[in-house]
């Protein structure tokens, strides 16, 4: 019986930059992340100020 091809699995890329907060990101030229953000979408996160954070291996 013959092989039939099948599709990629979906990708997600997903960004983050730690030490940047969204509202002084966006007073900024970013045109790489905006065209990123353009061709898909864009999710803003906002965390409380007073919740620690760790951004990577735990």
């Given at each position: 019986?013959?092989?039939?091809?099948?599709?990629?699995?979906?990708?997600?890329?997903?960004?983050?930059?730690?030490?940047?907060?969204?509202?002084?990101?966006?007073?900024?030229?970013?045109?790489?992340?905006?065209?990123?953000?353009?061709?898909?979408?864009?999710?803003?996160?906002?965390?409380?100020?007073?919740?620690?954070?760790?951004?990577g291996p735990c």
């Amino acid at each position: 019986m013959p092989v039939r091809p099948t599709s990629p699995a979906p990708r997600v890329l997903v960004v983050g930059i730690d030490g940047v907060r969204y509202d002084h990101l966006r007073e900024l030229p970013t045109p790489n992340l905006d065209a990123i953000a353009a061709a898909g979408f864009l999710a803003p996160v906002e965390i409380d100020p007073g919740t620690p954070t760790m951004s990577g291996p735990c």
